[in-house]
């Protein structure tokens, strides 16, 4: 059973760096897609990131992309989002999940998740 579990999440000031970790256990193989999404009050849930444990090929949310950088450290089982020049837009519930496969296209699509861990929250203050 795959299970994944974020921590990192905090509150900030507009302008500020947060790096969220997602530790991901019961699943020891390469074929696998992990992905970061975050959800606002009110909104909908929206993709930020997604990396392929396999290559490392990571795919980006537009509205983020020159601001966050997500990586992996395979020896921990970690997959991590680095954030920085974080606006108060960015707060959120983040979101780690698991698709057992490439990623696959559209990166974006919560539908390819079907393992998700509790959330962390993320508070930017302006």
């Known amino acids: 059973q795959v299970q994944l579990v974020e921590s990192g999440g905090g509150s900030v000031q507009a302008g500020g760096s947060l790096k969220l970790s997602c530790e991901i256990s019961?699943?020891?193989?390469?074929?696998?897609?992990i992905g970061w999404f975050r959800q606002a009050p009110g909104k909908e849930r929206e993709a930020v990131a997604t990396?392929?444990?396999?290559?490392?090929?990571?795919y980006y949310a537009d509205s983020v992309k020159d601001r966050v950088t997500i990586s992996q450290d395979i020896t921990k089982s970690t997959v991590y989002l680095q954030m920085g020049s974080l606006k108060p837009e960015d707060t959120a519930t983040y979101y780690c999940?698991?698709?057992?496969?490439?990623?696959?296209?559209?990166?974006?699509?919560?539908?390819?998740?079907?393992?998700w861990g509790q959330g962390t929250q993320v508070t930017v203050s302006s």
């Open positions: 019961g699943y020891p193989y390469d074929d696998i897609c």
């Open positions: 999940a698991a698709d057992l496969d490439r990623c696959r296209a559209p990166f974006d699509d919560v539908r390819w998740f079907n393992y």
């Open positions: 990396i392929y444990r396999g290559s490392g090929s990571a």
